[in-house]
């Protein structure tokens, strides 16, 4: 079955140590993206990217790294620099262009920081 | 920056109760809406969608959304609830950005959460 998947599901660090949250579609799709979602915050943007080796800033970029190598995945970093790094996060992907089906989303992973 | 209302942040219901949730959007151009749902311990799932066409569009489990553009508004409803509508509820609207050809960003408003008592 095709989808997104997001590991691990619960993460632990402690702080002043950069986390690396692992996103793998098997959708074939172009673009992907990564969420944090905080209690009452809803979903905000953190990096997109339309198409390999290309990424965008979202709303939240200050203290996370991206790369995107390949198309099926997009890996994100949570640096020591995120001054507020415990959330859920979550990994979406959907087919570039006009019209577009809307997103597919992972099933998160939580990360706790100490 | 294009931003996403939702006014209520928790609603609280009896079953059989009619549901509205409201969100307001802020974006002159054309839009394309997203209703999502995220049951406790589930992923988001897609609820609803409008790209064009007739405003009133159906979703899954008896949901249904209205597009008023004068309103900037894509408000969410359901006519009677049930105890598994239990859930927050996400609008979200995808606009185009200018940084490159067919790039889109989704704009996620805070979410209302819904709890629908027996």
């Known amino acids: 079955d095709g989808g997104i998947t997001q590991s691990p599901k619960y993460l632990f660090r402690k702080e002043g140590q950069n986390v690396t949250l692992s996103c793998e579609q098997n959708?074939?799709?172009?673009?992907m993206y990564w969420y944090r979602q905080d209690p009452g915050q809803g979903l905000r943007l953190i990096y997109y990217?339309?198409?390999?080796?290309?990424?965008q800033k979202g709303d939240i970029a200050e203290g996370y790294s991206v790369s995107r190598e390949k198309k099926e995945s997009f890996p994100l970093t949570v640096t020591s620099a995120q001054k507020n790094p415990t959330a859920f996060y979550l990994c979406?992907?959907?087919?570039?262009?006009?019209?577009?089906?809307?997103?597919?989303f992972g099933n998160g992973t939580r990360l706790t920081v100490t | 920056a294009q931003s996403v209302s939702q006014h209520n942040h928790h609603v609280i219901l009896s079953e059989a109760a009619s549901l509205e949730l409201g969100c307001n959007y802020s974006?002159?151009?054309?839009?394309?809406l997203f209703w999502y749902v995220q049951y406790p311990g589930q992923h988001l799932q897609l609820l609803l969608k409008?790209?064009?066409?007739?405003?009133l569009v159906k979703g899954i489990k008896g949901f249904e959304a209205e597009f008023i553009k004068s309103k900037f508004s894509f408000n969410l409803r359901k006519p009677s609830v049930q105890w598994s509508d239990t859930a927050e509820y996400f609008c979200?609207?995808?606009?185009?950005?200018?940084?490159?050809?067919?790039?889109?960003?989704?704009?996620f408003g805070k979410g209302t959460k819904l709890s629908v008592i027996p």
């Open positions: 990217s339309q198409i390999v080796n290309d990424f």
């Open positions: 974006y002159g151009g054309t839009v394309n």
């Open positions: 409008y790209f064009s066409g007739d405003p």
């Open positions: 979200a609207v995808k606009v185009p950005v200018y940084s490159g050809a067919g790039s889109y960003q989704l704009t």
């Open positions: 959708l074939n799709h172009d673009a």
């Open positions: 979406a992907s959907s087919i570039s262009g006009t019209g577009t089906p809307p997103l597919h």
